[in-house]
């Protein structure tokens, strides 16, 4: 039995102290070592408020024989300080990260990150079991030890032993659930893995290109399971591309009706617009499984800005895609970026006309971010347009690149440009009642409303 303590950075530059989910990673690397008999521990550094000294505390007081830390771009700097703190109370400890960023750099990481002892690249959840029941580090695939990288571990591709989620790992009234939430609390599910679509700002290290998915009635099994075990009430079923195969979403959606599942939690997902992909019948079914919100990436309004970001998708087919939505009442989400290569005044004047035409009931608007490996971060760096040097500067709403037309000063005037049209924009529409049901259901649950005030509270302080 090996005592293992799994922890989540903060974000980089804020002292936001909402998460909206607990990390997907840990509960799944902790649900299956506890299951084996390890003793786990997670942490949370941002949902929890925790700070470095707590943390050395919490380390010489558990005193784990491994410390893993999953890490986004977003966690660098905090995952650095994580790691320094671990070896500073024992530098016997082993310290593990796995996650999107180590993925994409590999070996590279190490220079940054003197601390870590072991990165696992991809999908770690086996990888991670091998580590901890002491196999010998020179011969595990899908890691990098001591600079060198190992032989890839292959993608698991059945799914079935995806555990239940044990959630007592975690203190889930810490979490907000991502914005909308249509019902508290809310938690999120992967009922498939990889995506065959080539966006060039899409960080595939872990999942890759094969889409694998999980058998509709262990998908539905999970959902009944998060509802009774924890009283889950909205879930978010966060696939890359949840429409990518009719039949088998046909099935999860048909099994949740059977159950009645649809009567006791809301569902949302991301979509894709293309025309072949969504259809009246297919989001009439959804309606009725109970899904009441659909997130689709829009990302941009000009199609020669989509061509060239490899989105696969035409104009058209996303202006289709939200009529129909609406039409057949389920809320939507649509996501732009701004500053991605060939950006210019115009092409956002693109973007501003289609979210006005397309009309989503929540709009994102995220700065573009060259993630590490991305054929984007190439390109930016090819053209001399990257304007950070390493990743301790990614952090949500910082301009990272200029584009040809735009230098940086302009790409931020633009960006800010486009969001306070959202902005002005919900709040017309929040008088106009558009969002009496968000409204409601803020008000009647108490938990949510405290992370509303607190994000408030960080924004006004500037935090955010
Ligand atoms: C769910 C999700 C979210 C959720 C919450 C995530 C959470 N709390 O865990 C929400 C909606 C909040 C979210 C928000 C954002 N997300 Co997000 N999100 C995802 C998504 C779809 C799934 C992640 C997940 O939970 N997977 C399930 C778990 C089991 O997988 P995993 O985390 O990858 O872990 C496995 C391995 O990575 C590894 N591993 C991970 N950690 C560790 C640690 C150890 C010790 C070990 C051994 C192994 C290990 O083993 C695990 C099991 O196989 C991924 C895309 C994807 N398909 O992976 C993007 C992704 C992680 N998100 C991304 C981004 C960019 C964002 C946003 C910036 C989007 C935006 N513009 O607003 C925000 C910022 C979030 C933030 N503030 O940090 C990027 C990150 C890129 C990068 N280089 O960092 C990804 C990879 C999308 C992409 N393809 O580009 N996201």
Not at 59 to 66: K, L, W
Not at 384 to 407: C, F, P, Q, S, W
């Amino acid at each position: 039995m090996k005592k293992i303590l799994l922890i989540s950075p903060s974000e980089n530059g804020s002292a936001h102290k909402t998460e909206a989910y607990p990390s997907g990673a840990l509960l799944l690397l902790g649900t299956m070592l506890g299951a084996r008999g390890h003793r786990v521990s997670i942490v949370h550094m941002a949902a929890e408020g925790r700070t470095i000294e707590w943390l050395e505390r919490r380390v010489a007081i558990f005193q784990p024989d491994i410390v893993g830390v999953t890490m986004n771009t977003f966690q660098t700097v905090s995952a650095r300080h994580i790691s320094a703190a671990v070896k500073k109370v024992n530098k016997n400890i082993l310290t593990v990260t796995g996650g999107p960023h180590p993925s994409a750099l590999k070996a590279e990481i190490f220079a940054d990150f003197p601390d870590i002892d072991v990165v696992v690249v991809g999908e770690g959840e086996h990888t991670f079991i091998d580590i901890v029941e002491g196999a010998d580090v020179h011969t595990i695939a899908g890691i990098c030890y001591a600079g060198v990288e190992n032989a890839p571990r292959p993608y698991a591709e059945n799914l079935d032993y995806i555990p239940l989620t044990d959630l007592s790992l975690i203190d889930l009234r810490r979490f907000s659930g991502a914005d909308p939430v249509g019902a508290y609390p809310s938690m999120f599910i992967m009922a498939s893995r990889g995506c065959p679509f080539q966006c060039t700002f899409c960080n595939k290290s872990i999942w890759g290109d094969k889409v694998r998915l999980r058998k509709p009635e262990l998908v539905v099994r999970e959902i009944e399971w998060l509802h009774t075990q924890y009283g889950i009430r909205e879930i978010f079923f966060q696939d890359d591309t949840f429409n990518l195969k009719r039949q088998w979403t046909e099935d999860i959606c048909r099994r949740i009706i059977e159950k009645g599942l649809n009567k006791k939690i809301v569902f949302k997902t991301p979509f894709r617009a293309n025309k072949e992909l969504v259809d009246e019948s297919l989001l009439r079914l959804m309606k009725a499984a109970g899904f009441w919100l659909i997130f689709y990436g829009v990302e941009n309004g000009n199609q020669q800005m989509l061509d060239a970001m490899g989105k696969g998708l035409k104009i058209e087919d996303i202006k289709r895609a939200f009529k129909l939505t609406h039409a057949e009442g389920i809320k939507t989400i649509g996501s732009f970026i701004v500053g991605m290569p060939g950006e210019t005044e115009a092409t956002v004047n693109d973007s501003i006309a289609l979210f006005n035409e397309i009309r989503p009931y929540v709009t994102g608007c995220a700065a573009a971010m060259p993630f590490p490996k991305t054929a984007f971060e190439r390109e930016v760096v090819k053209r001399g347009h990257r304007l950070v040097n390493g990743y301790d500067g990614y952090a949500m709403g910082k301009i990272l690149v200029r584009t040809d037309e735009l230098d940086p000063d302009q790409l931020r005037t633009a960006f800010e440009r486009f969001r306070k049209i959202i902005v002005r924009r919900f709040f017309i529409d929040l008088l106009k009642l558009r969002y009496a049901r968000m409204i409601f259901f803020t008000l009647r649950s108490p938990w949510y409303m405290r992370h509303v005030v607190r994000r408030i509270t960080a924004n006004l302080a500037g935090n955010q």
